[in-house]
């Protein structure tokens, strides 16, 4: 606990998955250059392999990890470790601050734990709501609990400061900062630049698909597996009967994705089906798609700040600015549907570029900066 002859403020940034991960180590390494804090970093391993492509990528080397990634864990189960765990941890840190970010089991944990020691947390990507507490699921539910109690609202938008006003949350505690993916994107972008090698390994399936349009694909939430994954997979199928065009689908390492779309997908001659790709290779994926359809909460904020139009799979979306900018489409789950959208950006080039067009509503890449400054106060 920081005293009057030590103002550091002592703040454990805590999480556990893929996109957590993404977002938060630029704010890492903001809080560990700046002298006005002590930070330590707790990972839960939700996730294991995927956060740890992001950890080693960024350099970020945790305090503690929890390790607590049981194969095909259930909600209630990694619920219980994930309280207990990040519980026990802030018994010994006694931080100042704790610092979640998003809607994961891991954010909503975390932000319980520092709750039940009456700890204040702040909470970055506050805000986001679809309105609907089965899309996405569990992740409405996660955040709008996060954000019922944190002391500080970092909000992306002035959508989602909105969204917490309308909550009755105390304006003076919700704050526009930017989304921190745009800080990782700018990052990840200049990496590469001065490192090409770290996202050379795409090139066999680009040179497999040269002269074809690439589709890049993500598929992961929980409210579409069964149904929903396979209509994902029955639209993949025939838009991959095209000879001009292939899709780039790295894989969730979550089971009940795989188990459908190896299934289905495996040996088609225009779908490369692979393993999930580091930061670099995805952000090379960005780069060379011509579009890309996903459920993913992340890509819908990186696809548009580089051009690319997103279909998104989902029946709502708490991520509203892409759509109202006309970079993002809700096309749902129905495959027919899929398919049709598809193919409408791929045979009408004036619906093509009328999504083509860079926008950035959701930062500017000084997002941790602005955190850390009200971190600080
Ligand atoms: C989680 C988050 C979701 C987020 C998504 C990002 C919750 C409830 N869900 O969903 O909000 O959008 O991450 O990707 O917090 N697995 C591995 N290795 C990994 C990661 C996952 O093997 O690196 C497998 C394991 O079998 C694991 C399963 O995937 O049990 C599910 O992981 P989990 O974090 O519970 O759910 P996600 O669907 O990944
Ligand atoms: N991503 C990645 N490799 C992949 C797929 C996604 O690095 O193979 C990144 C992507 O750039 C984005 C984040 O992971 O920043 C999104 O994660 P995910 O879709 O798993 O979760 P969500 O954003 O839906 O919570």
Redesign the pocket.
Known sequence: MSTLESPVRNIVTVFG????A??LFPLVHTLEADERFDSRVLVTGQHRG?LD??LEIAGVTPHHDLDVMQPNQSLDALTARLLTGIGSVLDTEQPDWVVVQ???ATAMCGALAAYYRKIPVCHVEAGLRSGDIYH?WP?EVNRKVIGSFAALHAAPTDTSAAALHRENVDPAIVHVTGNT?ID??HWITAKVEAEPSLAWDLADVEERFAGKRIIGV?S??RENFGDGMRNIAGAIKRLAAREDVALIF?V?LNPNVRAIMNAELEGLDNVAL??????P???R??DICTLML?????????APALGKPVLVMRETTERPEGVEAGTAKLVGTDEDTIVREVERLLDDESAYLAMAKAHNPFGDGKSAARIADLLAR
């Open positions: 998955t893929r996109p957590e993404i977002k995927m492509q992001v998003g809607d994961t996405p992740e993916v990782a994107l993500t992961h939430r790295p969730h692979l393993e999930p790709l580091d930061y290779h995805f952000a994926l960005l996903t459920d993913s909460g992340g890509v819908q904020e990186e």
